[in-house]
């Protein structure tokens, strides 16, 4: 029987990039925020994992959609959906924040751009920000307005991005520091360009502002990259778990709070701030949180996909479960993300991974990003 595939309807939205991708030969999608992204084309996982450490990626990854905030109580509102400091927040920065419900648990984690004082965007991750967003400025009667722009991000990721990017927008692309952006012309429009994007790599997200735009964009991408190994690409399992990047609903839901996650750097927890979730969070931290985020590096072949959290045990008592799972050609071992109990998250902890088949494989933890990563 053939391998059951995705139907596509309007409810999975294209985006202005996926006629090229498909012409490039796109293998599969997945569905983020009800639109279509790329996950490999003609090359292996491996292959691509080696040529994003080495070249240049354009990346479809119009699935990162905005959900902006305009007006009087933007900031207020910003504020209130993340427990991340954004008083000293600088229009022309990006901030990778954890947004959390009234009990701690992780409804998203975003980058918000600050585009002006009363004015951001959240590039969302896989939940409907955009009506959480909406109700609470109903409820409380904000004077905002929120709307899904007409915006699709195209990234460019590797070490070669800074050369491919200048010769499209010029030498000052070169000056964008990390996690910050500026608007630069393409052929007269105004287009944000960040130094960003869901790899480790170096890199950068262009923010097209309008679909019609999008494939000339890339086009002239692509016709730029003739002699910088330009491919086209996504986000790479492998360097992903390597490099500590979390996937919201992969690695964290509902059911975990951003302490769990590794991202309390991004949580003001010293009380001064008002934010949803910040009763529930200031409890946890004082008492203490019971899970941590980790690597793990295990044996084996290579494992299968991880489709369902996988049980950790030490001494035949579960003491965590895998979240993301793929080999790694560097490591010539299985590499993974893992939710550990406290007592069993510390580097060098040696812990069995049960991949579904009922066989023990020996794993030890690492810190998140994993050496080399
Ligand atoms: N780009 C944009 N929007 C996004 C993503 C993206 N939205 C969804 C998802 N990806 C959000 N997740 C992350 C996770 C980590 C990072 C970016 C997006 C990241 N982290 C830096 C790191 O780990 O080195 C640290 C960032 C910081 O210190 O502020 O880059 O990819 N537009």
Redesign the pocket.
């Known amino acids: 029987m053939a391998a059951p595939s995705l139907q596509v309807s309007r409810r999975q939205r294209a985006t202005p990039y996926t006629p090229r991708v498909e012409a490039l030969g796109v293998s599969g999608y997945s569905v983020?925020n009800h639109t279509i992204l790329p996950k490999g084309f003609r090359r292996t996982v491996e292959e691509d994992y080696w040529h994003l450490k080495s070249g240049v990626q354009l990346w479809d990854?119009g699935c990162?959609r905005q959900v902006e905030l305009q007006g009087p109580d933007a900031a207020f509102l910003a504020q209130l959906m993340t427990p991340r400091d954004l008083r000293n927040a600088k229009i022309g920065q990006?901030?990778?924040?954890p947004m959390v419900d009234e009990s701690g648990g992780m409804l998203?984690?975003?980058?918000i751009?600050k585009l002006a004082e009363d004015h951001y965007w959240f590039?969302?991750?896989?939940s409907d920000v955009l009506l959480w967003a909406k109700g609470l400025a109903y409820g409380l009667g904000l004077n905002v307005a929120i709307d899904e722009p007409d915006v699709w991000?195209l990234?460019v990721q590797g070490p070669k991005s800074d050369e491919l990017m200048a010769r499209i927008f010029g030498d000052a692309v070169r000056d964008i520091g990390?996690?910050r952006f500026r608007k630069l012309d393409f052929e007269g429009h105004q287009l944000v360009v960040?130094r960003?994007?869901?790899?480790?790599q170096g890199g950068f997200?262009i923010?097209v502002d309008q679909f019609s735009l999008g494939g000339r964009v890339w086009d002239v991408l692509w016709d730029a990259g003739g002699d910088l190994d330009l491919s086209p690409g996504c986000?790479n399992l492998i360097e992903r778990i390597e490099?500590?990047?979390?996937?919201?609903g992969n690695e964290m839901t509902r059911a975990e709070n951003p302490l769990e996650c590794g991202l309390e750097?991004?949580c003001q927890l010293d009380g001064s701030l008002d934010y949803i979730g910040k009763l529930a969070l200031l409890e946890i931290a004082s008492n203490g949180h019971q899970r941590m985020i980790r690597g793990l590096i295990f044996g084996g072949d290579a494992c299968p996909a991880c489709q369902r959290p996988w049980p950790i045990s030490v001494d035949r008592r579960q003491v965590g479960y895998v979240t993301s799972a793929i080999w790694s050609p560097r490591f010539r071992r299985n590499v993974a993300l893992a939710m550990l109990e406290r007592g069993y998250w510390e580097p060098g902890t040696a812990v069995a991974i049960d991949w579904g088949d009922g066989i023990d494989r020996r794993g030890i933890v690492t810190d998140l990003?994993m050496e080399g990563a």
């Open positions: 983020v990854v990162q990006c901030l990778y924040v998203n984690d975003p980058v751009l590039s969302i991750s896989d991000p990234a990390f996690f960040a960003s994007g869901f790899s480790k997200e923010y986000p490099g500590g990047l979390l996937s919201y750097s991004y990003p």
